[in-house]
């Protein structure tokens, strides 16, 4: 009898202790014949190794000797036996009456190579068949560690391990089993059952969701299991009635470990298999794709699962490909979460690429937002709490990627528009993105910029927006009168509320409203700034000379810009005032053609003489009539607003000392 050593077998690997299975053989071989008097009989081949066996107690248990050994004494089993040569030496060691231990290690092998040798009750009473199905049902599948010991190895005993149900008890036992662990209510006393709604605020991060999956050991041995079985498994708890919200985090947990996670790949390499095979690409793709379809679609899904989650699947499938349909159907599911999304979570491209505007991850994103539109804002078109968080992580998406040097103008402003502009409640972010694209297109011209910009609404962007947008170079000259106009508009509001408070109040003590809220409802002069019933806040004076300081500094800062523009407007002025030296000198050509060149030179050398090289630009559209009025208008407003921030600081100073007195 030829003895080899075990490899890649069912049987070797178990971890108990057992005796040396090819010495109780032979010894059981040589007892046998001495006390029967008969020698060997027949020679049974399995694999590489051959066995010498007695025929009498073969034939008396196995129905495929009995029919195989007819002719001949030699019998060779074919390649498929299960268990191979190992798991046969010890079927006939049982033959021969010992008294081995079975163990889940090897209790698969051996029942499957019994079946296949046909050891039923028909040719012998308590048959190894019976004695293995006894121990399947009363010891491994009550414990949860024999059966997912017995799981795995079913997989190198397929199909017998299928035909003989045993992977279908597995599973259903797993599946029964987890839900005594979610519903034993002593385990939910020490330690609540895990769930993913610690990350619906928090970006997506496999390495959080790896320390919340650990918690749970029953979760953490389901998810190390071959998909195939995890997915069945999984539709055994949803069977036997376990809740979506305990079912959809193990989904979660299995793809970020075989899918998501950066070793995913360092464990294909271990098993052999190189980085960037074709095989390894396809591993990956399935299970991409069988998660996508084990995950809950719609209102379920949205309130189990986190769409950074969603967002990484997307990611993912980028590199490993997915069908058009479920890539379809995963972008919708985004599309209807997306307010619960943080810019963290979106599609960047990839460091190094040419061109940002043409990236497949921003057309992804494009089509996510696009998707969104239609479903909501279209249909209506009002602000809502949820339309503005989608606008806002719009706009800050847009200001990561207008920095793109080769995104064109109209593409810019395609992507602006993709999101209607009356669900924008804040104009920061979209002025951070125009910013963005103007800094990286410091070549366009006015009409470019006024075009890019004319979205823009100055009454809706904060404080330090709105400061920023008036001292910045790159905006066209009339976003910034529009936020001057603003800007003296809240300051004005602010010293009317602060008056308001001291004549109701009659004390030094009410409330101001921050100038950091341009859309802070105004008070009316005969209006209380308190609400009926409402005990009014008491403030000190020294509070709202603070905020009066703070005023007046955002005043100064913009006093430079102002006197530069009336510089400009002064200039225009006079130009428009030749221009109607020009128009008297109508009726005399001579006269006429010799101020033209001179009206003309006089315009070119105002134009020179402006700093920012953008009033005639910005202006030339409009006749020389409404210039003159515009111009005029606006040197009034400048000098109000100069004249109005003298009385103020001459008040304070007024103010101040009238509080030293009394003190």
Same mark, same amino acid.
């Given at each position: ?15 108990? #202790? ?59 089993? #074919? ?16 033959? /021969?009456?010992?008294?081995? &231990? ?17 050891m ?25 560690d ?30 029964? *089993?987890?839900?005594?662990?979610i ?25 959080? $969701? ?14 190390? &299991? ?16 376990? %809740?979506?919200? /305990? ?40 299970? $991409? ?8 679609i ?66 992804? *994103? ?63 972010? &979209? /002025? ?17 910029k ?9 009454? %809706?962007?904060s ?20 936020a ?7 300051t004005?509001?602010?010293f ?8 109701f ?18 008070l ?20 709202l ?18 006197q ?43 134009k ?27 040197? %009034? ?27």
């Open positions: 009898m030829e003895i080899s050593s075990p490899k890649d077998s069912s049987v070797a690997s178990s971890p108990f #202790p057992s005796p040396n299975v090819s010495a109780l053989l032979k010894i059981k071989i040589i007892s046998w014949s001495q006390e029967t008097g008969l020698p060997v009989s027949m020679r049974v081949r399995v694999g590489e190794r051959t066995f010498s066996l007695h025929e009498h107690p073969l034939f008396s248990k196995s129905g495929y000797i009995q029919k195989r050994l007819t002719e001949s004494n030699e019998l060779e089993l #074919p390649p498929g036996f299960p268990g191979g040569p190992e798991t046969f030496e010890m079927i006939a060691l049982f033959i /021969y009456g010992s008294t081995t &231990l079975i163990d889940p290690f090897n209790v698969a092998a051996l029942r499957c190579a019994a079946e296949f040798l046909e039923t009750e028909e040719y012998c009473i308590g048959n190894l068949c019976e004695r293995f199905d006894l121990y399947l049902n009363r010891v491994v599948l009550q414990s949860w024999d059966t997912l010991i017995v799981l795995q190895k079913c997989q190198m005993l397929i199909p017998w391990s299928e035909e003989l149900l045993i992977v279908s008890r597995c599973i259903e036992s797993l599946a029964f *089993m987890a839900c005594m662990e519903l034993d209510p002593e385990r939910r006393r020490d330690q609540p059952v895990v769930t993913l709604e610690a990350l619906a605020g928090e970006a997506w991060s496999c390495e959080t $969701l790896k320390a919340i999956a650990i918690k749970d050991l029953w979760i953490k041995d389901l998810i190390a &299991l071959p998909f195939g079985f995890f997915k069945r498994i999984i539709g055994s708890l949803r069977r036997q009635g376990m %809740k979506e919200k /305990y079912v959809s985090p193990i989904i979660v947990f299995y793809a970020s470990k075989w899918v998501l996670s950066k070793k995913t790949r360092q464990f294909w390499e271990n098993l052999g298999e190189k980085i960037g095979d074709i095989n390894t690409n396809n591993k990956v793709s399935v299970i $991409l794709q069988g998660v996508l379809d084990l995950l809950p719609g209102e379920k899904g949205s309130r189990a699962i986190p769409v950074g989650f969603y967002f990484a699947l997307l990611s993912r499938s980028l590199e490993f490909g997915l069908r058009s349909d479920s890539r379809v159907k995963l972008q919708d599911q985004i599309a209807s979460m997306l307010h619960f999304a943080q810019v963290e979570d979106f599609l960047l491209p990839a460091v190094g690429t040419e061109s940002v505007s043409s990236s497949k991850e921003l057309a992804i *994103m494009k089509s996510i937002f696009s998707t969104y539109a239609s479903f909501n804002m279209d249909t209506n078109p009002t602000p809502s709490a949820s339309n503005s968080i989608v606008a806002e992580l719009w706009d800050t998406y847009l200001a990561q990627t207008a920095s793109d040097p080769e995104m064109e103008p109209n593409r810019f402003m395609e992507l602006v528009e993709l999101l209607p502009i009356s669900c924008r409640q804040s104009h920061d972010q &979209l /002025y951070r993105a125009m910013n963005s694209f103007l800094q990286a297109h410091r070549d366009i011209t006015q009409e470019e006024g075009s890019v910009c004319k979205y823009l609404n100055c009454q %809706k962007l404080q330090e927006a709105c400061i920023e947008a008036v001292q910045n170079e790159l905006m066209p000259l009339r976003l910034i009168v529009q001057l106009f603003v800007q003296q508009l809240n004005h509001q602010a009317k509320e602060c008056s308001e408070s001291f004549r109040t009659g004390q030094f003590s009410g409330s101001l409203s921050s100038s950091r809220c341009p859309n802070s409802r105004s009316n002069l005969g209006e209380s700034p308190y609400t009926d019933g409402a005990k009014p806040e008491s403030k000190p004076l020294s509070f000379l603070q905020n009066d300081l703070a005023m007046e500094k955002s005043y100064k800062s913009t006093s430079s810009r102002l530069s523009l009336e510089q400009e407007l002064m200039s225009l002025k006079k130009s428009l005032q030749w221009h109607n030296m020009s128009k008297k000198t109508d009726s005399n050509p001579n006269k006429s053609q010799s101020m033209k060149p001179y009206g003309l030179e006089s315009r070119s050398l105002s020179r003489r402006n700093p920012l090289g953008q009033v005639t630009s910005c202006m030339g559209s409009v006749n020389f009539a409404s210039q003159r009025k515009y111009a005029s208008r606006l040197i %009034k407003i400048f000098r109000r607003f100069s004249l109005f921030g003298i009385r103020k600081s001459k008040r304070k100073q007024g103010t101040n000392g009238l509080w030293a007195k009394t003190i």
